[in-house]
């Protein structure tokens, strides 16, 4: 379970809750608006939540769980504002990212490859089983940079309820000599790939592309440095 991380956390800040849910959900065949609503009947159905029903609900969602989250709140589907009060954001790919664009191409062109180069052992089998699997990555397109359901965010314009987002920027640490090395030449790697800092897996920019300018709802700290 994902509950303990947090709940520790909250408790040394404080912050105690009557109740703590956490919500599983499969990331890479189900679509972020399909798991939006799955999340939605989560909350409705199963745990009785309902707008003015006088319970205040606070979400903590981290990476694509942060994703999912702001659909489920954003979207006119789902309209988690009516039953959450508050959400609070660690990482999540905002605008999406370049990782999953490459890693979607790289399937596509195996695939294509595979289909229709002469000469590859069992190339038109393999390359039909690549391109079911491609078929399938609908959790993973989601998250390519400007997807349609990226796309929803933009066009909803300020955020409905309050906001804490963090962010994260790669640093390196004080590591061997060699270590440090392989850190930097990893580190400069993503920094060529995402053309900004980021957190290993999202760009800044996404990771802190939210709300409008000067949204009374969204607060947004400095990112932190991770690695």
């Known amino acids: 379970s994902i509950v303990p991380a947090p709940y520790q956390m909250l408790q040394k800040a404080g ?34 939540f309902h707008k003015e029903d006088g319970i205040t609900v606070h979400m903590i969602a981290h990476s694509m769980g942060g994703f999912t989250t702001r659909y489920f709140i954003q979207s006119d589907t789902t309209k988690g504002h009516e039953i959450v009060d508050k959400v609070i954001l660690a990482g999540a790919p905002n605008n ?8 979607n191409g790289g399937v596509w062109v195996a695939t294509f490859l595979l289909n229709h180069v002469p000469g590859i052992p069992f190339g038109n089998a393999l390359g039909d089983l690549l391109e079911g699997f491609h078929e399938g990555m609908a959790g993973l397109k989601d998250l390519q940079v400007a997807s349609e359901a990226a796309q929803l965010f933009k066009a909803a314009g300020a955020l409905p309820i309050p906001f804490l987002v963090l962010s994260g920027a790669n640093n ?28 290993a897996v999202i760009g800044l920019s996404s990771l802190r592309q939210i709300g409008t300018k000067n949204d009374p709802n969204l607060t947004l700290p400095d990112a932190l440095p991770c690695n």
């Not at 809750?17 to 409705?44: C, I, K, M, Q, W």
């Not at 999406?96 to 890693?103: F, M, R, Y």
């Open 172 to 199: 390196a640490v004080e590591t061997s000599r060699w270590k440090a090395l392989a850190q930097k030449v990893v580190n400069q790697s993503l920094d060529d790939i995402f053309g900004e800092d980021n957190d």
């Open 96 to 103: 999406g990212t370049p990782l999953a664009t490459i890693a």
């Open 15 to 48: 912050k105690l809750y009557d109740h703590y849910l956490s919500f599983d959900y499969e990331s890479f065949g189900t679509s972020v608006p399909n798991n939006a609503l799955n999340l939605s009947r989560f909350l409705r159905d199963e745990c009785g």
